[in-house]
């Protein structure tokens, strides 16, 4: 997309993750098998030629420096432009994230850009959005700001309490407001934006001289009657990683090979940082069914519906079903595991049992080892 920098951003609502996040930002957690929550959005900058790109990152950013490096991965290592990172800035009265004193801090990148537009993104929805159908939009309206949305059935309430975008019959802005499950199906704001860098830029200074706005929507809606406003629905699968249960339905939604499809190979493929792994070994007591496995993993039991990363132990009797089992976990001989989620090299003993249920998956924390036996 030309003329276009980015700006990747997540909400940090690290309190919704538990363990997963304790020793790394939200957008670092592990997805689908061998990669992280960031990689799709830093592949949706590089598929669609978005080649300056700002990150803010979250607190223990080693994670993301040992990741992403120079973002060489997705060829944002430029000379000129490229990927640059830079941290979060926190409310000096309340200790929260403030996304407007983030951008703030950091306003001369912005008088400085030679760009004259700015795409913004989420990193934790995830969707395979055909960026340049969207930026020829907001170029062709002339909007001020374009906001994607996705038009979403919530007949389960998992996005009670998040922004939902209130549109007239013509589809144009109305408002922004809560969802309070009312409605089975809601037009969700999934925090993405194309905007005017010299909109961007007023915003901000206004939303700190006023003390009236905390993040950038607020802002916009604080000025909706002076700027010209565009909506954008976004068509593709979204996966929307918000707290520990959409992350899990998130990932066993891979499970489906169209799903999969979309996710890894519509609008470009999906990058991450190369490793080099031997390939996975099933010995002849191993039974697989269902499953996505990441190389360098060991399988000797039985593995069903479950998503496996890089060098996962699977010892000979063990039973793992409906569980996302992080990198260098190992699990031994006669244990269970049913909808669990483990982080990064963990340990479930021999005979010892783990359950969860589908909406509340059973934790296990990185290098935690669960030893004793019997149902936990």
Not at 145 to 174: A, P, Q, T
Not at 216 to 237: C, D, F, M, P
Not at 280 to 299: D, F, P, Q
Request: aromatic share 8%.
């Amino acid at each position: 997309m030309k003329n276009c920098s980015g700006i990747i951003l997540s909400p940090g609502n690290n309190e919704d993750f538990g363990p997963l996040v304790k020793t790394r930002p939200d957008y670092m957690i592990p997805f689908g098998a061998r990669y992280r929550i960031i990689d799709f959005c830093l592949s949706n900058m590089a598929n669609f030629n978005v080649s300056h790109v700002m990150l803010y990152a979250g607190s223990n950013i080693r994670s993301t420096i040992d990741h992403i490096s120079d973002g060489s991965d997705w060829e944002l290592n430029r000379r000129s432009n490229g990927l640059l990172i830079n941290p979060r800035v926190e409310n000096s009265q309340t200790g929260k994230h403030s996304d407007v004193e983030t951008f703030f801090g950091s306003l001369p990148f912005y008088e400085n850009m030679a760009h004259e537009n700015l795409y913004i993104e989420n990193p934790m929805a995830i969707s395979k959005v055909n960026l340049q159908e969207a930026y020829n939009t907001f170029i062709e309206g002339d909007y001020d700001i374009l906001i994607l949305y996705s038009e979403e059935n919530d007949k389960d309430g998992r996005y009670n309490g998040m922004n939902k975008l209130i549109l007239d019959e013509n589809g144009r802005l109305i408002n922004i407001g809560y969802n309070l499950g009312t409605n089975p199906k809601i037009e969700l704001q999934i925090g993405r934006y194309f905007i005017k860098n010299k909109v961007f830029i007023d915003l901000v200074k206004d939303a700190m001289e006023k003390g009236n706005a905390n993040n950038l929507i607020q802002a916009v809606l604080n000025n909706k009657t002076r700027l010209k406003i565009g909506t954008y629905k976004v068509e593709s699968k979204l996966f929307y990683n918000h707290d520990i249960d959409s992350y899990y339905h998130a990932n066993m939604a891979l499970l489906d090979a169209e799903s999969y499809r979309e996710v890894f190979h519509k609008n470009g493929m999906v990058y991450t940082k190369s490793k080099d792994e031997p390939s996975t070994l099933y010995t002849e007591t191993a039974k697989m069914s269902n499953s996505l496995v990441a190389n360098g993993c060991i399988i000797e039991g039985e593995v069903e519906n479950s998503v496996l990363f890089r060098g996962v132990h699977i010892h000979k009797n063990a039973i793992i079903r409906n569980c996302i089992i992080n990198q260098g976990t190992e699990i031994e001989e006669n244990a269970v595991c049913v909808n669990t989620i483990t982080d990064k090299n963990a340990l479930v003993g021999s005979g010892v049992t783990v359950a969860g249920s589908a909406n509340n998956p059973y934790m296990i924390g990185k290098d935690q080892a669960i030893t004793n036996p019997g149902l936990i």
